[in-house]
């Protein structure tokens, strides 16, 4: 072998390893993308839960489905991304609702920027339980 040959083979090695050692750190492209359905179903969650806020705020009451909201919640908020099946809503009392999907992947430290400790899931089907919150106008 010549030495032109032998370097072009420990250049293409090195480029194989620096390139399976960043998937190792950063994840394959699938899981990069269960990653960002689950964060799309945790925003579509978040965008429920504003629109059950206003609907107590104007009406007092939690609505008894999502289809009550007003003003309503488009289509493709409240069904997930892949499945298409609804996202789960459950009134629990006058004052405790549920929210459910099911997540591709858990939940890890910096996932979502926002209500970190508050929207944790594990890979599955998972519940958030929430309160609504009066919607103040400024």
Do not use: N
Not at 59 to 76: F, H, I, N, W, Y
Not at 96 to 117: H, I, K, N, R, V
Not at 121 to 135: Q, V
């Amino acid at each position: 072998m010549t030495s032109g040959r032998a370097l072009g083979a420990v250049v293409a090695l090195a480029v194989l390893a620096a390139v399976a050692a960043g998937l190792w750190m950063i994840g394959s492209p699938g899981d990069a993308r269960r990653l960002r359905l689950d964060e799309r179903r945790v925003s579509d969650l978040r965008s429920i839960s504003t629109s059950v806020d206003v609907h107590w705020t104007r009406q007092g009451v939690l609505p008894a489905r999502l289809d009550e909201v007003s003003p309503p919640v488009g289509a493709t908020v409240t069904v997930d991304p892949v499945s298409g099946q609804r996202y789960e809503y459950r009134v629990i009392d006058a004052r405790t609702y549920e929210l459910c999907a099911t997540f591709d992947a858990e939940w890890q430290p910096g996932m979502y920027g926002y209500d970190e400790a508050f929207w944790r899931h594990g890979a599955g089907r998972h519940c958030f339980r929430l309160t609504p919150k009066e919607i103040k106008r400024s």
